[in-house]
C-alpha cells in the first residue's frame, strides 16, 4: 500500500446493527422500515389496547414501552427535514387515536375523534 492511498477509499454506506449510515445521510429508507416495525408491533398487541379494561395509565405505559421503543428504535442516527418530522407525528398520533377510540361528548352525548392536543395531554 502506498502512503498517499492510504485514505482514499470513501465509504458509501455503512451497516450499524439496523440503521445504515449513508454520505448522503439519507434517511427515507430507515424511517419507512421503522414506520414498519411500530405498526407491525401495534398490530401485535392490539387485542389488549382494544379492550376497555385496561386503564388509560396502562395503555399509555404499553405504547411508550413497546411500541416507540420499536418504532424509534436506531432513530438516534437520523437526521430529519420538516417533513419527516411531521411523518413521523402523524403516525403516532394516528396509533394513539386507534389505542384511545373516539370521545363523547358529554353535553352533546356526540361522538368525535381526539385532537392533537388531546392526544399531547394524554
Known amino acids: 500500500?502506498?502512503?498517499?492511498?492510504?485514505?482514499?477509499?470513501?465509504?458509501?454506506?455503512?451497516?450499524?446493527?439496523?440503521?445504515?449510515?449513508?454520505?448522503?445521510?439519507y434517511v427515507q429508507e430507515e424511517i419507512e422500515s421503522s414506520l414498519k416495525s411500530g405498526n407491525?408491533?401495534?398490530?401485535?398487541?392490539r387485542n389488549i389496547l382494544s379492550f376497555s379494561l385496561p386503564s388509560k395509565n396502562t395503555k399509555i405505559k404499553i405504547h411508550s414501552s413497546i411500541i416507540l421503543s420499536v418504532f424509534l428504535y436506531g432513530c438516534e442516527t437520523w437526521?430529519?427535514?420538516?417533513?419527516?418530522?411531521?411523518?413521523?407525528?402523524?403516525?403516532e398520533n394516528r396509533l394513539l387515536r386507534r389505542i384511545?377510540?373516539?370521545?363523547?361528548?358529554?353535553?352533546?352525548?356526540?361522538?368525535s375523534k381526539l385532537h392533537n392536543e388531546e392526544l399531547n395531554d394524554l
Open 79 to 91: 437526521s430529519l427535514t420538516l417533513m419527516e418530522e411531521r411523518k413521523l407525528r402523524v403516525f
Open 40 to 45: 407491525d408491533c401495534y398490530h401485535s398487541v
Open 1 to 25: 500500500m502506498m502512503k498517499g492511498d492510504r485514505f482514499s477509499e470513501r465509504v458509501e454506506q455503512f451497516k450499524c446493527f439496523v440503521t445504515t449510515l449513508t454520505n448522503q445521510n
Open 100 to 111: 384511545f377510540g373516539h370521545e363523547r361528548d358529554e353535553m352533546t352525548g356526540e361522538w
